[in-house]
């Protein structure tokens, strides 16, 4: 029997990142730790504390602005037409992958400021595994592509192995991907 996976390439659908909103609360703080140093500028007359204040205010900008604008930048989503790939981490890297021929359940979840910045929670349910992407622009629309992506998978879940299978090319074990009889 062919390989059903060899009959179309894997492709890039969407890379999505979690809306700009998240950056709000650093950049504040980033403000009002420069305006308090620029307060503490005209007061201050001697040049060690000065110093020492600059030096509380750059541990301060590290922790409050840079840290978080990096692990905002650092954690994104790809979509492609097989699976939906999430990366996160600075230090510590993960990555979670969910195949569309698994058919997870795909809700959508709005709070209230959510729905001002029309952005939303989009949830991916299997029987084991539940992924969230937080905070996504235009999450009805994600929602749409991922069941379109998931009825146009190339593998049939009746052509899985549930039980003792070999490692397939994603790296998964005994029922996790498709394995072909």
């Known amino acids: 029997m062919t390989d059903p996976r060899a009959a179309a390439p894997e492709f890039v659908v969407a890379r999505l990142r979690r809306h700009g909103r998240a950056l709000v609360w650093p950049v504040v703080g980033l403000l009002v730790i420069v305006g308090g140093v620029g307060f503490s500028s005209g007061l201050l007359r001697q040049e060690w504390l000065f110093a020492v204040v600059c030096g509380v205010a750059s541990v301060l900008v590290v922790a409050v602005f840079v840290v978080p604008v990096l692990r905002w930048s650092a954690s994104h989503t790809t979509v492609t037409s097989r699976r939906v790939i999430v990366r996160e981490g600075l230090l510590v890297r993960t990555r979670h992958e969910l195949l569309h021929s698994r058919r997870a359940d795909v809700s959508v979840r709005v709070s209230g400021l959510q729905h001002l910045f029309r952005t939303g929670d989009v949830e991916l349910r299997t029987e084991s595994t539940t992924l969230v992407l937080h905070d996504l622009s235009s999450p009805h629309l994600v929602q749409e592509a991922l069941h379109d992506l998931a009825e146009q ?29």
């Open 153 to 181: 998978s190339p593998i049939p879940p009746a052509l899985w192995l549930r039980e003792g299978a070999e490692s397939d090319e994603y790296g998964e074990r005994g029922g996790g991907g498709p394995t072909f009889r």
